[in-house]
């Protein structure tokens, strides 16, 4: 190996050590004084009660775990949004878990807590996965109501997704497991089936407190709603259990009997390891200026290493092919970060085309592929390492806006699973076309490197001085070229700090942060809950300029 590759490698897997870092104090939760407060009621954890649901030494692909990250800090933090969400196997049935983390403010909902249980059912909706609830939750986080409760894509929107998803067919099974109050009563007693474990689990309307202040009786809060309750008198929970493991080992006795799912056909053979496997950290260099071909990142990520290039000596700025993801059949779009060359036109000279970089060609390329994928039934995935797409007057006489058009029209229209993967620079428009979060990926993931923006920090400092300056000269002020220099470095600080894949992770842009080497994994769960899911919808990509 050379030394270039040993440098890279160092400088990747410190990332990823700080990642790991990062989401070893995300897992404390609220901290060790509340996790020892919830064991002393004889209660377990979120992310204890994940483990006791799921099957043994099987894989669990957590969502958001960084999201809430640098949020509410004059709240005191809401690490992982006070939810843990992610998919995994109950009884070998693949499926969605989202269990409330009561050491996060009692497991309260803030605003992005919200939108992470939303995703979740988003989730189990794109792929038909049956989705369990493990409550504990005091409810909407009063101070920020107004940023939770009223609008589209607040609270509300989750009971009518549980009404929806049971329209589908689609199962939900909740298990009250500690405080449900208020709206959020709503959420197990819409799903399936509702356990509730006895002494710990309450379910009602509106706690004591308030039913005192509303109507004068005095009620305690386990004959109010709690397991005798409901199991007894009003028939809301279903059945009752001693404690939390009980609870859950009921909810695996569900699953071992449900009928099987159905399938969409998305061909997999034998799974087997990529022959370069181990060069991943090192091929892909931290250093986003510097050019690396990223066929050789692709080879490392597919089995055998094998991997069947389409079209590969046009628009060679976006690598286009087919190759298997631990035994699944998938499309790979890829851009391509090293200076390529493309001829244009009999005797006419090569044009030097710079990595990153979406041309015309490569675009129309990407676009006929995509439409293939779909007519095949072959998932998508997109490696993003795009500065955007090429501009210029040369550009824009060779149509550059018809041909991204073209991609981006085919990526929205795609009815074939989408899995995107942001390895370095998703930047502007070039972050539509390779399928970012607005396109409906199944789910989407950053490695460590990853920045998501508009533009670069630098270009988009420059422009924001520019605009700063132009505004101090039209109020007479004039501004010294060490005062410009000191305002640059300010700007372009402060930008970088929302290019991070950490601020997009908390925003929850991405589903989450992961090694490099998780790649597969994460490919490989995504097609296997598609697959739950057949295609029925027509692909149509309606007018397209030629």
């Not at 009971?159 to 208020?182: D, E, H, T």
């Not at 970060?337 to 001829?343: E, F, M, N, P, W």
């Not at 490197?449 to 520019?466: E, F, N, R």
């Amino acid at each position: 190996m050379n030394l270039e590759f040993n440098k890279n490698e160092d400088a990747l897997r410190l990332l990823v050590s700080e990642l790991n870092q990062k989401l070893a104090e995300v897992k404390k939760g609220g901290g060790t004084k509340k996790i020892d407060a919830l064991h002393a009621k004889g209660k377990l954890t979120a992310r204890e009660r994940i483990h006791h649901l799921i099957d043994p030494e099987s894989e669990f692909l957590e969502v958001g775990a960084l999201v809430g990250d640098g949020m509410y800090e004059e709240h005191g933090g809401c690490p992982s949004g006070g939810v843990v969400v992610g998919i995994g196997y109950v009884s070998k049935r693949q499926c969605v878990i989202v269990a409330n983390d009561a050491t996060v403010k009692a497991g309260a909902w803030f605003p992005i807590t919200a939108k992470k249980n939303l995703r979740a059912q988003e989730i189990a909706i794109e792929n038909k996965l049956p989705i369990i609830y493990l409550v504990d939750s005091a409810g909407v986080f009063l101070p920020m109501q107004d940023e939770i409760f009223p609008d589209k894509e607040h609270f509300g929107r989750q009971f009518r997704n549980n009404a929806l998803m049971s329209s589908m067919g689609i199962v939900q099974v909740a298990a009250i497991m500690g405080s449900c109050v208020a709206g959020g009563a709503y959420l197990p007693i819409m799903s399936d089936e509702a356990l509730i474990v006895d002494g710990t689990g309450s379910i009602f309307l509106a706690g004591s407190y308030l039913v005192k202040a509303a109507v004068g009786e005095d009620v305690d809060s386990e004959t109010l709603g709690g397991a005798s309750t409901h199991c007894e008198i009003s028939g809301v929970t279903d059945n009752r259990y001693p404690n939390d493991e009980a609870c859950l080992d009921a909810i695996r006795k569900i699953f071992d009997k449900i009928g099987a799912p159905e399938n969409a056909g998305f061909d997999r053979v034998k799974a087997e390891l990529p022959r370069d496997e181990e060069k991943l950290h090192g091929l892909f260099p931290v250093d986003r200026v510097k050019p690396y071909d990223m066929l050789e990142v692709i080879k490392c990520m597919v089995d055998k290493s094998e991997f069947d290039e389409y079209k590969p000596e046009y628009g060679k700025t976006l690598i286009c092919g087919h190759g298997r993801v631990d035994g699944w059949a998938v499309g790979i779009v890829a851009n391509q970060r090293k200076i390529v060359k493309a001829k244009k036109g009999s005797g006419a000279a090569s044009e030097m085309q710079m990595g990153g970089v979406i041309y015309s060609d490569s675009a129309d390329k990407a676009a006929r592929f995509i439409m293939n994928c779909n007519q095949r039934k072959i998932p998508l995935v997109f490696l993003h390492d795009v500065s955007g797409f090429m501009v210029g007057s040369r550009a824009e006489h060779g149509g550059i806006i018809k041909d991204g058009a073209k991609m981006v029209n085919a990526v929205a229209n795609s009815v074939v699973p989408k899995f995107t993967f942001i390895l370095g620079n998703s930047y502007g428009a070039g972050n539509y076309a390779m399928c970012g979060k607005a396109y409906d990926p199944r789910l989407i993931y950053a490695w460590p490197t990853a920045q998501i923006a508009v533009m670069s920090g630098s270009s988009a400092a420059k422009v924001l001085l520019q605009i700063k300056v132009s505004t101090l000269k039209g109020q007479g002020k004039e501004i010294t070229p060490e005062a410009e220099k000191e305002l640059l470095d300010e700007i372009e600080e402060s930008y970088n700090q929302k290019l991070s894949p950490y601020y997009a992770a908390s925003q929850l842009w991405v589903d989450g942060i992961i090694d490099p080497s998780e790649t597969r994994k994460v490919i490989s769960m995504g097609i296997e809950a598609a697959n739950h899911a057949p295609v029925t919808r027509q692909f149509n990509v309606g007018i397209i300029q030629t």
